[in-house]
């Protein structure tokens, strides 16, 4: 199989007034860079579009930076790696990473974490195995220190983080 060479990518176009649209972004191919030592070449299987990613297509201060308009979006993502030069990850193996919206990632092997075959859907480490299930895990063991038997009421119990909570 030849690698790509090229990769198509979605762009922040410009700032959304209320709900995105189509015309907030656009659709960029860009080259890819040659693969450095340590990195690794992935083909994205499944992105992640999750709620937060509204409020950084505003331009004000959060817990996380803005998306920069003109810039390929960012996110989490499944992936395969296509090719690599490092000894952490290999051909074919299943990984997680930041850098979705695109077709291709080329990235540090630090920056993606295997992901272990078999068990369950790789999809899953977006939600329940990803960021949406770890808070929901520490929002209740860690910061709420819940214990056998208390009850709590989950307001928001049909999105991500919530519909994990209710099963723990």
């Avoid at 191919?29 to 070449?41: F, N």
């Avoid at 030069?85 to 290999?90: V, Y």
């Avoid at 214990?147 to 709590?152: E, F, H, K, P, Q």
């Amino acid at each position: 199989m030849s690698l790509p060479r090229t990769s198509r990518e979605i762009r922040l176009a410009a700032r959304p007034v209320g709900p995105p649209t189509p015309a907030d972004f656009t659709l960029a191919e860009v080259d890819l860079p040659e693969l450095e030592d340590g990195q690794v070449l992935v083909g994205n299987l499944v992105i992640s579009v999750d709620p937060y990613m509204r409020g950084r297509m505003d331009d004000r201060p959060s817990y996380v930076p803005p998306f920069r308009i003109g810039r390929a979006m960012d996110g989490a993502a499944i992936g395969e790696v296509l090719a690599s030069r490092s000894p952490d990850l290999a051909e074919g193996d299943t990984v997680v990473h930041g850098l979705g919206w695109r077709e291709y990632a080329v990235l540090p092997a630090a920056q993606a974490r295997r992901i272990p075959p078999g068990a369950v859907s790789p999809s899953a480490w977006l939600g329940v195995l990803g960021v949406p299930g770890l808070t929901a895990y520490v929002g209740l063991t860690e910061m709420a220190r819940l214990r056998a038997g208390d009850v709590v009421f989950v307001s928001g119990a049909a999105g991500a983080v919530g519909s994990a909570a209710v099963q723990l």
